[in-house]
């Protein structure tokens, strides 16, 4: 259920994100994508769903993009410190020649020119969502641009996740500009 979001009610009556899926409590399952979590929160959806009166923040669907880059981030951070995710355009190049490089990372705001250079692996996906600032927090830098995964565990959990953030930033016009391109 990777195009859906579950939220729970906390005990005291506030929506909570529940984006590890983990949390007591009954489930209330909301699709990804800004339209429809503001249509849950202002329609009244949740607290129909839980059956109770419910505390909904205003500012919902930008809180729970956060939390989805967040842990995007966290993610690759974590791939990175297990020798399973590299960065730099020359390094990404490289993994990308020797099929190495399962997940193609590149951030959202740098140049079309460098960013049309590198393509997706074969059989493997691109994440092309993450602006380069957040790119740049999962590899200790300021910013970065260029990023690869190599095949596993961790690679398969950041395409999921950011198949739920790309719901919430990438626009149904930019959806059609890369149709025939595989991506998450």
Do not use: C
Request: glycine residues 10%; proline residues 3%; aromatic residues 6%.
């Amino acid at each position: 259920m990777f195009d859906m979001i579950r939220f729970v009610i906390g005990p005291d009556g506030q929506v909570v994100p529940d984006l590890a899926q983990k949390l007591p409590g009954r489930g209330i399952w909301v699709t990804t994508t800004p339209e429809a979590l503001t249509k849950a929160a202002t329609k009244g959806l949740f607290a129909r769903a839980a059956k109770q009166a419910v505390q909904v923040s205003d500012d919902l669907p930008a809180q729970v993009e956060a939390m989805l880059a967040r842990r995007v981030v966290d993610l690759i951070s974590l791939a990175r410190k297990g020798g399973g995710a590299t960065s730099g355009y020359e390094r990404v190049k490289a993994w990308l020649m020797k099929d190495e490089a399962e997940v193609l990372i590149q951030a959202s705001d740098g140049s079309e020119r460098g960013k049309s250079k590198l393509s997706t692996p074969h059989y493997g996906f691109f994440i092309g969502w993450l602006t380069a600032d957040e790119l740049g927090q999962a590899f200790g830098r300021q910013t970065t641009i260029h990023a690869a995964l190599r095949a596993g565990g961790l690679a398969q959990r950041v395409v999921e996740e950011a198949a739920r953030l790309k719901a919430l930033r990438v626009s149904d016009g930019e959806n059609a500009r890369r149709k025939g391109k595989k991506t998450t």
